[in-house]
């Protein structure tokens, strides 16, 4: 199977339970495939291979999402429909944490990582994070009828 031009594979884990997320997951999975690198769904760290980019898709209210991001010392904002893309650690490995505030802030960090591997020259580098990104909506209400 061929790897991203980096010569990494990527391994996603789906630490969340909402349909939402685990979708935004399985996209991200899709995306990778269709540029040509190997990648697989995983259900714990545990299974991840060694060498392979490990990204993590975990909610706020999830203590792996606390251990992940304590690293760099990243908080979660609290607004609804926040997302953090940041590098971690998790059971003694580096990851990339894709962390919400809730589920649609999940969707929205996942979804970020499958944009960069869609439009970058090297899908694998492309989504790599040296330093945390925190989002927020700027508005509580995002749109009116």
């Known amino acids: ?13 789906p630490a ?21 690198v190997t990648e697989a769904l995983r259900h714990s760290l545990e299974q991840v291979p060694a060498a392979d980019l ?11 999402a606390a251990e992940m991001l304590k690293a760099s010392a990243t908080v979660i904002p609290a607004a609804a429909e926040s997302a953090v893309l940041a590098p971690g650690r998790a059971s003694g ?18 979804l970020e990582l499958a944009d960069r591997a869609q439009c970058g020259d090297d899908p694998v580098t492309a989504m790599a994070v040296a330093r945390p990104s925190v989002e927020q909506p700027a508005v509580r209400i995002r749109s009116i009828n």
């Not at 199977?1 to 884990?13: D, E, F, K, Q």
């Not at 490990?54 to 792996?64: D, F, G, M, Q, T």
Request: some cysteine; hydrophobic content about 50%; charged content about 15%.
């Open 54 to 64: 490990c990204i993590v898709a975990a909610e706020r209210s999830s203590p792996l």
């Open 16 to 36: 969340v339970t909402s349909a939402p997320a685990r979708w935004a997951c399985e996209h991200l999975r899709e995306v990778l495939a269709g540029r040509g």
């Open 93 to 110: 490995r580096a990851v990339t944490a894709a962390c919400g505030s809730d589920a649609r802030g999940v969707v929205y960090a996942l």
């Open 1 to 13: 199977m061929p790897l991203g031009a980096a010569g990494r594979a990527v391994s996603i884990v």
